[in-house]
């Protein structure tokens, strides 16, 4: 089975996104010009107007349209769901992390982890938590497992920076009021 060349075109582009965006831009038209449902081409496309040009709405309609083209579309989910996130729309972001989850070989690991991010920026850490030790078991390499492990980490710093503290008397001022309280009983005594 051949490559098609809309596909030829795409990692044409992927491979020279970041070093030579005309070279990328060029390679992506190329590819939706031979397929315009071609969703690895429309995913770039989404990612590079959410994450390079930070146009959230332009990448918002790239990514609807890969859904509509093919909701099996494994690779679209994540970065959907980043950009939503980046652009404040928690609620459209959940509705896209509840649906993508039910999808045969999605990374539910890397989908777990922004539901985690969704619970940090509500404030709900220990959710967050729980969403890491849950991506934790879809996780099949160490790079991301030592990932996931300092994001678990970082979430118990913000649950301990958002608990008030209480003050721990130290040990001198302990001994220095069993001392005062003791000679205050013995002078109540007489």
Known sequence: MALQIADKYYLKAKDSVC??????????????SYDEAH????????IIYAKYLHNLEEAFMYFDKVIETDSNYIEVY???????????????????????LKIKAIDKAMVLWNQAIIYEIKEAYKDGIKSIKEAK??????????????????????????????????????????????????????
């Open 19 to 32: 070093y030579d965006w005309e070279e990328a831009c060029d390679s992506l038209n190329y590819a939706i």
């Open 39 to 46: 969703c690895p081409s429309l995913t770039l496309l989404g």
């Open 78 to 100: 994540p970065e959907y769901i980043k950009a939503l996130i980046w652009a404040d729309e928690l609620e459209r972001a959940q509705k896209i992390i509840d649906f993508s």
């Open 137 to 190: 078991k879809f996780t099949y390499n160490d790079g991301y497992r030592s990932f996931l492990n300092n994001e678990k980490t970082r979430l118990k710093n913000k649950i301990e920076e958002a608990s008030p503290k209480k003050k721990k008397k130290s040990k001198k001022k302990k001994k220095k009021e069993a001392k005062t309280s003791k000679t205050d009983s013995k002078k109540s005594k007489k």
